[in-house]
């Protein structure tokens, strides 16, 4: 430490999902640049030596063994090394398994630091593999060949030169009193986070809200470093994340959503830190007396009145609010971006096939396939886009779709489904006058058959296009546009896509002819165009005819999965937010529907193909949505 500081970095390597030689591989290459730039402490994310989303894996007692591994060879490498590391890996205790943070300098096994919360709700189940440091007793242990006590107690590490340094590791922050506030008050000038906290829209910017409120708090520096690319992108994405802060103030911080490994190297000011607590009389207060006792007090019995809703609602909560609209925009691409990268990278694929209708899902999905191509240096010619025209087909979609694939640059194929559907209407007996469920699910499976087999024509895989709102309301054909090999719009509704592709055409295309494909894309009717066009060959089946306005149904969507509202709630805040657009009648009668087919289409959505998360709703039947299949729906539909 010099003029009291001290230089600290969050390290965010290259993971391989329970691949720990090549795992410590890459941390090695980190520690090492590290060292050579003069860091004191160095902090990896949460369970790098497995990879954090390793799920049931962790069960294995090889992958658990091989962590240990890991970490002896870790401290072999670091034998003449001065900079402290701090690793994350499962460690074994008796019957129990936990989540820790192992700190190791010169080859010395210093201590290990167990987490304390555990996240067990939406895309998280921690609790089904680690016990909490809640559960743990005082035991003395040996990891990695050393002897080491494992403790729940709070942990402080001092430097050399006398500076204290405490560890949380991830949900431990988002806790109503994370383990840094004791540390802070126990003397720890820094706090040290290993995490692996996922990517949503918006979570970004509230997670570095929360970081500086801690630093700021608790008066201390703040060093998070979170896992990247690498880790699996079954059902979300890990952006890598790597900050710095300094009593609230960001120092420094890494890319995010970057497909290399990192280092983010800063100076913490620590000598100012400790200067400022000792000004702060409540800090010091806090510091003297943790009161453990919560006084209760019991207010007063009121009578009741009338409830009239006063509040502002907002008709459409899944589209962006901030004032930066772009970078808004800019992160949910990246993570969809980001989750086919990887699953691109995973299976070593350079082709991918997706059936393009002229409409807005395919419109997405075709725009983030090819920045995923792009990202990876991948020839886009290798995206194999398949126009299939069939009963339904009109002109505009059909000349959009061939349009922004040559503008686009990739591969055009178009293959008729007419022919190959009338024969299969004749093996199975169906009078191709008869427009019923038959004639439009022979159509869609038709279709989804075309680009299973094209894919494995091409060695590639087929890019799903189904959005949120439609696996909501169960709108796509079982085993036809319900399958493909990943879906890279399953957690964006229909409102979002909208926007997402307006702002992609304004914003990123505008000035070319791709800017008035996709803003007549936009302006198209939603429609699956399996029903033949009128005598104007204009779309006839609109899809919001059928089923209702998208506008209310993700709207219906957003407040039944996020908040678990009951549908006489949603409908006050409906009638709130649409009062002007829609009457009172019209909006409950698509809450009924959006009730009704929420629960009987469960089932399609009990075996969706991967996808990312993106925002803070999903219907991964992996993640936040688990629902039978056969629950009755008898309850919401009476709440009407």
Known sequence: MKYGFIKVAAAVPAV?????????????????????????????PELCLTGYSCQDLFKEQLLIDKAEEALLVLLDITRKLDVISIVGLPVQVGSLLYNCAAVIQSGQLLGVVPKTYLPNYGEFYEKRWFASANDLTATDIYLAGSPIRITPDPQIFTTTDGVNFGI??????????????????????????????DELIGKHNYLKALLSQQSARTMSGYVYASCGFGESTQDVVYGGNAMIFENGHLLAEGDRFSFQPQIKIEQIDVERLRTERRMNSTFI?????????????????????????QRDVEPHPFIPKSENMQADCEEIFNIQVAGLAKRLYHIGGEKAVIGISGGLDSTLALLVTVRAFDKLGLDRRGIIGVTMPGFGTTDRTHNNAVELMKQLGVTVREISIAKAVTQHFEDIGHDPNKHDITYENS??????????????????????????SELALGWA?????????????????KTLIQYLVRYYADYIVGGTPTQNTLLDIVDTPISPELIPADDDGNIRQKTEDLVGPYELHDFFLYYFLRFGFRPAKILLLAKKAFGGTYDDDVIRKWLHTFCRRFFSQQFKRSCLPDGPKVGSVSLSPRGDWRMPSDASSALWLKDL
């Open 16 to 44: 391989k999902v329970a691949d720990t030689e090549y795992n410590v591989q890459q941390i090695e290459s980190l520690i090492a640049q590290a060292e050579g730039q003069g860091v004191e402490l160095l902090v990896f």
């Open 477 to 493: 054909t079982y085993n036809g546009d319900h399958m493909s090999m990943y879906g890279v719009n399953a957690g964006v509704p």
């Open 443 to 468: 159509q869609a499976r038709e279709r989804t058959q075309i680009l299973m087999d094209v894919a494995n024509q091409q060695n590639a895989i087929v890019v799903g296009t189904g959005d949120l």
């Open 285 to 309: 207060t806090a510091q003297a007396r943790m009161r453990q006792s919560v006084v209760c007090i019991a207010c007063k019995p009121v009578t009741g009145k009338e409830f009239e809703l």
């Open 168 to 197: 949380e590791i991830c949900e431990d922050v988002w806790a109503p009193t994370p383990p840094s506030n004791r540390l802070s008050l126990a003397g720890a000038d820094i706090v040290l986070n290993l995490s692996a906290s």
